[in-house]
Every structure is written in C-alpha cells, then in structure tokens.
C-alpha cells in the first residue's frame, strides 16, 4: 500500500518540528519504522521502474502461441532463447492463462 505523498510530508516535518524519534513518530501516525526510513530516504514514491525493455517478441510469442497451444513455457523459452521466468511475465501481459482442464461428468 503506498501512502500519499501529502501524508509522508506531514509524517516528515512533525518529526522535524516536534524533534522525535523514527519510532516515535512511526507509532504516533500507526505506520511502519521501515516505512518512515525509507520516506526519509526517498519521500516521494517512485513512478517508474528502472527496468530494461523485455527480449521478448511479443508478435513471435503470439505466434508461437498459435503454432504451439499445448507446449509448456520451458520449450517456449528454450524456441525464443529467453528465460522461463521471462516467458511467465510475457504471458501474464498477454493475458495468456494456463491450461484448464476440462471437466467431464459420468
């Protein structure tokens, strides 16, 4: 859960004012230590993630999905030269889910 940023600058400058504790103040306002260190670290909460560009081909995964709708993600990856994790991921954004069994009724 990410607090807003109005709160976090109140949480900050009551503790500069009123000169307490990272404890003090944590339990004061019923927030994390933790939470209170990382804001004075960084008050603002991040927007973004410094996270490179997927090697994933996502038109190549969707064909590969049509050619291949029963392959597990291992011969996915293995086929693409990416990781399974990876292929996990990709799949996720796709909206791709696994496999449900049907179910059949005497």
Request: avoid cysteine; hydrophobic fraction near 35%; aromatic fraction near 8%.
């Given at each position: ?6 709160f976090?600058?109140?949480v900050l ?15 004061r306002?019923?927030v994390?230590v ?11 909460p991040?927007?973004?993630r410094?996270?490179?560009?997927t090697?994933i ?22 086929r ?8 996990n ?6 909206g ?7 179910c059949?009724?005497?």
């Open positions: 859960m990410t607090y807003p940023i109005l976090r600058r109140k400058s009551v503790r500069e004012k009123e000169n307490l504790s990272i404890a003090q103040v944590a339990k306002f019923g994390g933790a939470s209170v260190m990382r804001w004075i670290k960084t008050p603002d991040k927007t973004t410094n996270k490179p560009a090697r081909n996502m038109e190549m995964l969707a064909q590969d999905i049509k050619n291949y709708p029963d392959a597990y993600q291992y011969e996915r990856a293995k693409l030269g990416v990781s399974k994790q990876g292929i991921h990709a799949l996720k954004r796709l791709v889910t696994y496999k449900k069994k049907a059949v009724t005497p």
